[in-house]
């Protein structure tokens, strides 16, 4: 069976510090991956999303970024974070279906 | 992607129907009807999915009406554990096959 994982689950960090946020799925290949970011009380933004290795569609300009150096994993980053930058951090995935599976997600607090 | 519009907030009994409307007057023909809900601190679950038909599977019915311009989640026996965000969303399902979630419906089952 298909599972994804994200790491770490909770964060804490300082205005101008880097990110970086992992997320791996395991049992499925050439999957399409997603970053989706949650403010508190609001709904997901969708903010990259790729199709494979390499491929990444950014959907919001900002100051993160994303990589995908291998098919099943997926790499948020960010060189100087913002208050702003605060929230739950979601990696969803997705194959030929119209299904996507989330995964447990970050929390990020930015102080 | 066509725009959904949800009741912010509903109630229900527990071990009765959850009846959860939800309205897309500018879905065009070629975009599926998807539901999915989040549980506090969670990520996103898929719950189903449909196009034209009433559609049905283990955890929910969707009644799409026949113009398409709105349709309905129905969890036949809610329990506790379904209380959520319930999100309606509309979808070509293309290439990355993008989900835009609005702020949804937050259901509580109460005893």
């Known amino acids: 069976s298909q599972t994804i994982h994200q790491w770490p689950a909770t964060l804490v960090q300082p205005v101008g510090s880097p990110l970086s946020l992992e997320c791996t799925v395991e049992?499925?290949?050439?999957?399409?991956l997603y970053w989706y970011r949650q403010a508190a009380g609001r709904g997901l933004q969708l903010l990259f999303y790729s199709v494979g290795i390499g491929q990444i569609s950014s959907e919001v300009p900002q100051n993160l970024s994303a990589s995908r150096p291998q098919d099943r994993q997926f790499i948020l980053s960010s060189k100087k974070l913002l208050l702003s930058d605060s929230g739950f951090y979601l990696c969803a995935w997705s194959t030929g279906t119209m299904m996507q599976y989330f995964g447990p997600g970050t929390r990020l607090t930015v102080t | 992607d066509a725009k959904t519009t949800q009741p912010p907030s509903m109630d229900c009994a527990e071990g009765r129907a959850a009846n959860l409307p939800c309205n897309h007057s500018t879905i065009s023909g070629n975009e599926y009807v998807y539901w999915y809900r989040q549980i506090h601190s969670q990520g996103p679950q898929y719950i189903i999915h449909g196009l034209k038909n009433n559609e049905t599977n283990e955890m929910a019915s969707l009644i799409i009406t026949e113009d398409r311009k709105s349709s309905t989640l129905i969890l036949p026996h809610a329990t506790l554990r379904d209380t959520a965000v319930y999100y309606c969303i509309v979808s070509r399902g293309n290439a990355g096959n993008m989900l835009t979630f609005g702020g949804g419906t937050r259901l509580m089952v109460k005893p």
């Open positions: 049992g499925t290949s050439n999957p399409n």
